[in-house]
């Protein structure tokens, strides 16, 4: 009796642990061919052996795909929230820093409204927190209505854009959460997308020049209070 109840929290026990792909071979795995191989070594009939050892290797796809569902969902529901305002005319990467010389954006619904400036850099006065995220994205028109625009996470290949009429912005792609200075102060950065395609080199200076302005910014915060 003591066999067969090891056998099936073992068995159980590396159904669980095997949810987590990463942990299924060292551990999930081991554990529920140990407990299978204990279970097997009872007296319980062949068809209650076949019941124990063969459901958990039916069921643990649905299981798996069923457990990362709930754990995205849960995620992006207590994720930080976050929405990116961004000009109509505005070309290049955005990049929300943390600094003490920033602003403080409002709240809007419980989401956080960053108001990119022209320049793309946004010095945020609060927290940036790593993990799932929960972010939308707007262009400001001209005459300050916001428009949705999709995020993705690459690029659209150059032979796929429809470059006809003027530039406009046709989406969000890429980008990275990091740490920026001596303080480590955490950044979040994104690329805007247009119909137009651009060069290397121009799209390197877009860059370079923005890099430009955000050291500067940053010396002047220190300047001005001894910490960015």
Not at 195 to 223: G, H, M, P, W
Request: proline fraction near 4%; aromatic fraction near 12%.
């Amino acid at each position: 009796m003591k066999r067969l109840l090891i056998g099936k929290i073992l068995i159980t026990l590396g159904l669980i642990i095997s949810l987590n792909p990463y942990l299924m071979v060292f551990f999930g795995g081991p554990t529920f061919l140990i407990g299978a191989l204990i279970y097997l070594n009872t007296k319980n009939s062949i068809q209650s052996k076949l019941l124990w050892i063969l459901t958990p290797i039916v069921i643990w796809y649905p299981l798996m795909l069923s457990f990362y569902w709930v754990c995205g969902a849960i995620g992006t529901a207590t994720a930080q929230k976050k929405d990116y305002i961004i000009p109509e005319n505005f070309r290049g990467k955005i990049k929300v820093v943390e600094s003490q010389c920033g602003q403080v954006p409002k709240i809007k619904d419980g989401r956080i409204q960053f108001e990119i400036p022209s320049n793309g850099i946004y010095l945020f006065n609060g927290e940036l927190k790593s993990g799932y995220v929960n972010e939308k994205f707007y262009i400001k028109k001209q005459n300050s209505e916001l428009e949705e625009i999709e995020s993705k996470p690459w690029a659209t290949r150059d032979e796929e854009k429809d470059t006809k009429g003027s530039e406009r912005i046709t989406g969000i792609y890429g980008g990275a959460f990091g740490h920026f200075g001596d303080n480590k102060a955490n950044f979040i950065e994104k690329y805007i997308e247009t119909n137009k395609i651009y060069d290397e080199q121009v799209f390197f200076q877009i860059t370079k020049r923005q890099d430009e302005i955000l050291d500067s910014l940053r010396a002047n915060c220190e300047n001005k209070n001894g910490v960015f």
